[in-house]
């Protein structure tokens, strides 16, 4: 059974950066698909970045972001460590919300939080302005 947990999260004022991690066991972080999901109060949960294949002769460390972080956030991860990151830079407000690490074997890798089934427990990320 795969167990996902994140730590990084924290209080930080605009502009300022962030780093996630999410430390896998029970997966294997170097197959399958990894991503970063976050859910501010009031909304959906929402998709920020992946990390997988996204087609069948695609780049196992393909990524992708929403357009909302692209050039801000970076995703990557150590398979040595099992562990997944999101580096998290010129904050802003809107991106305060509860960051969850996804996991799983489903092929395309992509955005869609109906493709995981394991979750990790979330860290909190509050950027004032």
């Known amino acids: 059974q795969g167990r996902l947990v994140e730590s990084g999260g924290g209080s930080v004022q605009a502009g300022g950066s962030l780093r996630l991690s999410c430390a896998a066991s029970?997966?294997?972080?170097?197959?399958?698909?990894m991503a970063w999901f976050r859910q501010a109060p009031g909304k959906e949960r929402e998709g920020v970045a992946f990390?997988?294949?996204?087609?069948?002769?695609?780049?196992?460390?393909?990524?992708g972001y929403i357009d909302s972080v692209k050039g801000r956030f970076t995703i990557s991860k150590d398979n040595a460590k099992n562990t997944l990151y999101l580096q998290m830079n010129s904050l802003n407000p809107e991106d305060t919300g509860m960051y969850y690490c996804?996991?799983?074997?489903?092929?395309?890798?992509?955005?869609?939080?109906?493709?995981?089934?394991?979750w990790g427990q979330g860290t909190q990320v509050t950027v004032s302005s």
């Open positions: 996804a996991a799983d074997w489903g092929f395309p890798c992509r955005l869609v939080s109906l493709d995981f089934n394991y």
């Open positions: 029970g997966y294997s972080s170097s197959s399958g698909c």
């Open positions: 990390m997988g294949r996204t087609n069948i002769l695609g780049n196992i460390d393909s990524s």
